[in-house]
């Protein structure tokens, strides 16, 4: 389904993101001290820019919610597996259906998911900076 992965894979950016952007954190914040032990004074700015592009970083994951949206694409893509199980076992609402109505009502529910996650983000973002995304 183009939809599944389609959200798996923005999950996977989003996690990638914000997983390797963190390590990168830690990784800079862990030297500073380490380049504070020399008296150079070349150093000492090297621990200053470490400093700052932490800083920055930080922020970026921050403005940006990586965690936030790798989330949620997460769990648009789990509501999204588990109907096509329940629809692939003839289960609950798809218990009873011929394969015709069976389909449809997979694809309405998988566009109901998908209307619901983009309403949320939209409340997230605004209406004005979701429309320039676009």
């Not at 959200?7 to 952007?21: A, D």
């Not at 390590?23 to 380049?35: G, R």
């Not at 150079?40 to 800083?55: F, N």
């Not at 997460?74 to 629809?87: D, F, G, N, P, V």
């Amino acid at each position: 389904m183009y939809h599944l992965n389609w959200y798996c894979k923005k999950g996977k950016v989003g996690r990638y993101k914000y997983k390797s952007l963190n390590a990168l954190v830690i990784i800079l914040t862990a030297t500073i001290p380490i380049f504070n032990l020399s008296n150079s004074i070349i150093t000492k700015y090297i621990a200053s820019i470490c400093g700052v592009l932490a800083s920055i970083i930080t922020a970026a994951i921050t403005f940006y919610s990586y965690k936030l949206s790798w989330l949620k694409y997460r769990e648009a893509a789990e509501y999204i597996k588990k109907e096509i199980r329940l629809a692939s076992m003839g289960l609950e609402k798809y218990n009873n259906m011929d394969r015709e109505n069976l389909v449809k009502a997979l694809v309405q529910k998988i566009e109901e998911i998908s209307e619901n996650e983009n309403s949320n983000f939209r409340k997230f973002l605004g209406e004005k900076e979701y429309d320039k995304q676009k």
